[in-house]
């Protein structure tokens, strides 16, 4: 039986080797002089979709500047499918005012507003539903919130009570939270 002190040294020696491994596949991965990994270097099973924006990219030389791109399939756990796909030329993005879409995400940014998101999307839809769970406070401070989702348009009425986030922003807020992960 291994003592605790050998169990400890395979434990780092396989570390060491595991970190060896990855040094050796980063070192194979050519950049360019900006110290970028250029695109055709990249794993075409990984990074499928990024290979198809920079053949759509080669296509139209209008867009040299380059794109981003939102896309996603998503089955919602409350039921029904939503797919949506949305790119935007970066020409000139960086360089604009962004100020426009400070109320946007600023009406993700408060943590009650985010879990009210998360349970429309689960499948809870009423106010009734949303009042009867913990800590989403009282119903005049989950009406306060609901307004400011529907005004920034995460999320729209759908019917007298009820609410839903559109289509077209599903996707867009999963990659928001999903980019937002560290």
Known sequence: MDSPLDSLRQEVAALAGRLAALESRGAET????HGRTPVDALDPETFWALHGLQSRLAAHPETAEGAVMLVGAVRLPGGGDVVWQQAVGTDGLIDTEWTAQAATLAALGHPVRIELLRHILAGTHTTAELAA?????????????????????WVRQSGRGSYEVPAARVVPLLVVIAGAER
Do not use: K, M, S, Y
């Open 133 to 153: 769970l913990d800590d989403l406070g009282t119903t005049g401070q989950l009406h306060h919130h609901l307004r400011q989702l529907v005004a920034a348009g």
């Open 30 to 33: 050519p950049t360019t002089p």
